[in-house]
């Protein structure tokens, strides 16, 4: 009896596991760095940021990650340079892998919402973005 409650629990847990997929209609958008952590320890944290990360996702879930610098009359200065990448499920897990120049790396999304965008690197960085939001002068 013990060995099939266990095992119901087991089924149960497994079944919780929540669809990386639903991930993936967040990530597209402008992201503001907030912190940077290691080892569950916070390595840095950013007030304000002097640029935004932007991530455009394609329908094949191919796209382009791109560092662009907000101005003061509410439009963008963008760098030449663009990411490209695509985007992959391995072991339940979701996956940015990029190719740029002979150059290819991977970061797990950990999480991806409204509110935030979590990011790992093969390195156990963690870099935790918030969504832009323009700075209002009047």
Known sequence: MK???ALSFFILLSSC???VSTYIPF???YWEIVSVSKDQKKVKEF???GSID???VNSDVSGYRKKITPRFDGAFEMSQHESEFTISIRDNRLWIDYANNEVTYSEE???ANSASLILSNSDGFIYT???YEPLIFE
């Open 129 to 131: 973005y918030k969504p």
């Open 27 to 29: 990530i597209e958008g």
């Open 109 to 111: 999304i950990i999480r």
């Open 3 to 5: 060995q099939l409650i």
């Open 47 to 49: 007030k304000m940021s």
């Open 54 to 56: 932007y991530f455009k």
């Open 17 to 19: 596991k929540s669809d």
